[in-house]
Structure formats: structure tokens, C-alpha cells
């Protein structure tokens, strides 16, 4: 009978690892730190990733697919199948605790790449001196020599603290801000706060209308999610979750110019200082949504002296075969166990 592996074997086993230890002392030596996430780094907290999300009984035995599932026009056609199945997204992303690892780059972040070290005001430097930025955008925080990219909508990038909200770009949105289903206006709004969560059917997984249960404080500033319906604070037409679905023409997205210009100041300074080091360190992006991977590869041509980690259990190669082998390290492996065995490295 084969010996069940434990987190604390696999972090041993990793920490001897070339890549592993590559991947340390890149980190080690960075003057800036990329971190683009995708499902995988969500699946150590208890979180399905792609091929999983439809993985329940009820869609089963119905035949349908997280395809099927993340339509905007199905809140139209069945709107207790809609739902159904975001009122559980919702519940899960609130009720799961994200994992270590989320700290373990909160504690890099703050030792090695703090809002007050020389390079993160460089960085602010260049933005302000050589970047457009709207009036509002002014107003706001300027990240330093830490930014994080995710396409996960589970907001754990800020709920863990990993992150501020300067630092961060969720491109496909996130569970904790709804929007009008017709987009009567290009606005956005909050759930109820925590503990509220949505009731619905777990073994039919439909979400049949009717009346939410709200404390008093919660019907005070309900915003709309009063029944099981949910409505636009503007109009009162139904209300969705603000996440970019297949073929959504109706998402509203938001403009993160912040993001791009500090990709532009990472640049120029990159290219004026060849001591000027860049890491990408990429966690449990796969290719069912390859939006985070095509990126990651694609700032390394974009930044000079960059280097990227790609962490991944199954889809751990480079992409693109122009690579070189100095620009990339792959690391097979879960987020946690990986993040861990970095991290102890990093101790030593």
C-alpha cells in the first residue's frame, strides 16, 4: 500500500529541487515582483478550477458545462439555473479561507518589495513624470515594486490582504461587485457584507425566487438583494454578478490605467538599467483560459531583464518556443507546496 505524500514531504522534496532553487534566488534578487494568479492558485483553498466548477451532480445529470453555465442570457432563458449556480460561486468564495500561500507573498511583498523601498519610489517617480493619468487616477495610491494580475473572481487577492486594491488588476472582475444586467449605467455595487450569503437548493442547485433572509442592518443597505432576484439600484432590472461570462457584451469592465502605466514605467526603467531585475512569478495560470500565461510570456519580451517562474502541477512548460532557457524556470507543483518550499528557501 503506497504511503500517502504530505504537504511537509512535498516542500522537502521541492526545496531540492534546481528550479525550485532557481526560482529562490530570482526572487531573492529582484527589484520587482509580478504575481499573475489563475484557478490553480485558488485550488489549494478548497476552490474548483476550470474543469471542476461543473463537476456537481445536478449539472451531470443535466449535461451542462461551465460553458453552458457562465452565459450572460441564461439570468433571461432560466434564471433559477443562473442563480443557482453564482449564489453558489458567491457562498464558496466567501466562506473559503484562502491558503498560506496568499501570506507567504503578503510577507515578500512587505519585506522585499514595500511601498517604501528605493525602487518602489523610483517606479512612482516614473509614472508621474512620464505617464498620462486622468484626474482621478491622481488621486488614487501609486503601487511600488509589487503588482498582482489574476483572472480569478474570488477576490481572495484582497480579502487575504495579499494586496491593495492599486496593486491589482482582476480582469475578468469579481463575485463582490454586481452589476445591471442591461448596463443602464457604467456603474458597479456591493453585496451585502459579511456573514450574508445566498440561499438556494444544493441538490438542485436552482435558486428559486424568493425572499432573502437580512438581518435588519442588512435590508438597511441591502442594495437590491432583497429576494433571490436580484436588482440594479438604478432601474431595479435584474442584477448580475460584474465577472466578464462567454460572449458578455454587457460586463462592465473597469479601466485600470494604473496598471498599464506602471507596465510602461517598469519598462523604461528596464531599459535604461540593465540592473533593473523583473520577476514574473506566475501561479496556477492553465490553458482551458490562457489569458494569464500569454501575458506572463508576453512581458518577458516586452520587459529587458525579466525572468519568469511558471508554477503549475500539469501545464508547466513554456508556450512560446522562442523562450529562452535563462528567461524561464517551470516548477511542477501546486501553488501551496511551492510557494512553501520558495519561501523556506528564502529563510535560509
Not at 17 to 30: G, K, T
Not at 210 to 236: A, D, M
Request: proline share 4%; hydrophobic share 35%; with cysteine.
Amino acid at each position: 500500500m503506497a504511503t500517502e505524500i504530505t504537504l511537509q514531504d512535498r516542500i522537502h522534496q521541492l526545496k531540492e529541487n534546481v528550479n525550485v532553487i532557481r526560482a529562490a534566488h530570482l526572487i531573492a534578487n529582484a527589484s520587482v515582483l509580478i504575481v499573475q494568479t489563475g484557478a490553480g492558485m485558488s485550488a489549494d483553498s478548497g476552490l474548483p478550477i476550470y474543469k471542476d466548477v461543473a463537476d456537481v451532480e445536478a449539472y451531470r445529470k443535466s449535461k451542462l458545462s461551465y460553458y453552458d453555465l457562465c452565459q450572460p442570457d441564461l439570468i433571461l432563458e432560466d434564471p433559477s439555473l443562473f442563480y443557482g449556480f453564482w449564489f453558489s460561486c458567491f457562498n464558496d468564495y466567501r466562506t473559503k479561507k484562502p491558503h498560506n500561500g496568499y501570506n507567504i507573498i503578503t510577507k515578500w511583498k512587505t519585506e522585499r518589495f514595500g511601498n517604501t523601498n528605493d525602487n518602489s519610489e523610483r517606479i512612482r517617480k516614473q509614472i508621474m513624470d512620464a505617464c498620462y493619468l486622468l484626474e482621478e487616477e491622481k488621486q488614487k495610491k501609486l503601487p511600488g515594486a509589487f503588482f498582482v494580475a489574476t483572472s480569478n473572481v474570488d477576490h481572495h487577492s484582497i480579502t487575504s490582504g495579499m494586496c491593495e486594491e492599486n496593486e491589482l488588476i482582476e480582469i475578468h472582475g469579481h463575485i463582490e461587485k454586481w452589476q445591471c444586467v442591461d448596463s443602464c449605467r457604467k456603474e458597479t455595487w456591493l453585496p451585502p457584507a459579511k456573514p450574508f450569503l445566498f440561499d438556494f437548493d444544493h441538490e438542485t442547485m436552482l435558486a428559486h425566487d424568493k425572499t432573502q433572509t437580512l438581518s435588519i442592518e442588512e435590508q438597511q443597505t441591502n442594495n437590491g438583494f432583497l429576494t433571490n432576484r436580484p436588482k440594479c439600484i438604478f432601474c431595479s432590472q435584474l442584477a448580475r454578478p460584474s465577472i466578464l461570462m462567454f460572449g458578455d457584451y454587457q460586463w462592465i469592465g473597469e479601466k485600470n490605467l494604473i496598471w498599464y502605466n506602471w507596465q510602461s514605467a517598469i519598462k523604461k526603467i528596464s531599459t535604461n538599467d540593465e540592473t533593473f531585475k523583473v520577476v514574473i512569478l506566475e501561479v496556477g495560470c492553465g490553458n482551458n483560459v490562457p489569458t494569464m500565461r500569454i501575458k506572463s510570456e508576453r512581458l518577458l519580451f516586452e520587459i529587458p531583464n525579466s525572468k519568469l517562474i511558471r508554477i503549475n502541477p500539469f501545464e508547466f512548460e513554456r508556450d512560446c518556443k522562442f523562450l529562452e532557457d535563462n528567461q524561464f524556470v517551470s516548477i511542477q507543483a501546486k501553488a501551496l507546496e511551492a510557494l512553501e518550499a520558495i519561501d523556506e528557501l528564502l529563510a535560509n
